[in-house]
């Protein structure tokens, strides 16, 4: 019934103790298989993957170049046994992780994507909850849900360090943008993209599991790529409809590099893949972005 989908990128240490906790606190009869996507990692060190006490579910697959956490996560997604997939990162730790609880939610599932709690390993303290955009540069932050009915509540976007969606939806939307080759504002697109289409985005407290917070990445993560799946977001979803896009638009040349802001809108403009995709998506949607922050309005007056 369920895949767990886990990119992965210098993760080893983490990952053996995520896997470990799968095998001790996921009902492996409701675990169709795990899918850990490794975008090739400096060095190679999965030995423990051949006598883990769950190799039978597990598959991996190593990217003959780095293509980023879009790119790892729809790679085996669409080929994922189960129903529902549940993506999770690699250093997470599964402790109150029952999948009976999410049988509860199966019929929500046909609408909705699903973010659980998650907790800070090392102080135990929540640490996920509710999930929006920040600032006009797209900067997220969390925030504490107000009210909780049947323990679910409805939330402006879900982080994909632990998500849960059905594949069928995950189909329908177009995976994950493959545009984006980094990390950073990915979770948020196809967040955005889930309300456009209709679908609902919601935060349970129902279940959970623990984040290993590192103190830097184990990866190099450039200044340039971030301003480039930031400015593909504004592309995207503000530049037509938005009321203030060219403030926006200049805050984020002042915030930046005009340099930076030209180039990257070159690129943009001269690749018909990007174009494409714009195109399409857009013709899809059933809202706009006014629709999507008049809906959550508490964060629509510190975006204008």
Not at 82 to 93: P, Q, R, S
Not at 154 to 170: L, N
Request: hydrophobic share 40%.
């Amino acid at each position: 019934m369920f895949s767990i989908i886990i990119p992965a990128l210098n993760e080893w240490y983490y990952l053996n103790m995520t896997l470990d906790s799968i095998y001790n606190n996921v009902d492996s009869d409701l675990l169709e298989d795990i899918i850990v996507v490794d975008d090739f990692s400096d060095r190679e060190n999965y030995d423990f993957i051949e006598t883990h006490p769950m190799r039978h579910k597990i598959t991996l697959i190593k990217n003959e170049s780095k293509k980023g956490p879009s790119h790892s996560r729809n790679i085996w997604a669409k080929n994922a046994k189960g129903e529902v997939l549940i993506f999770i990162d690699a250093h997470m730790y599964c402790y109150d992780f029952d999948l009976e609880k999410l049988k509860w939610l199966w019929k929500y599932l046909e609408k909705w994507s699903i973010q659980g709690t998650v907790w800070n390993m090392e102080n135990k303290q929540v640490k996920w909850e509710i999930y929006k955009i920040k600032d006009y540069l797209f900067n997220s932050t969390w925030t504490t849900p107000k009210k909780i009915e049947n323990g679910i509540t409805k939330s402006p976007a879900v982080a994909w360090g632990f998500t849960v969606m059905k594949k069928e939806t995950f189909n329908h939307i177009g995976w994950f943008n493959k545009m984006f080759n980094s990390w950073w504002v990915e979770d948020l697109e196809i967040s955005l993209r889930l309300c456009m289409y209709w679908y609902e985005t919601y935060y349970t407290n129902i279940f959970g599991l623990a984040h290993y917070f590192k103190k830097s990445f184990n990866y190099e993560v450039k200044t340039q790529d971030v301003l480039y799946n930031k400015y593909l977001v504004y592309k995207l979803y503000f530049e037509d409809v938005y009321i203030k896009s060219e403030d926006v638009i200049n805050k984020l040349e002042n915030y930046y590099w005009k340099e930076s802001i030209d180039k990257i809108n070159k690129i943009i403009k001269n690749n018909k893949e990007i174009n494409e995709f714009i195109i399409n998506h857009k013709d899809n949607f059933v809202h706009d972005i006014n629709w999507y922050f008049f809906k959550f309005n508490e964060y629509y007056n510190e975006i204008s």
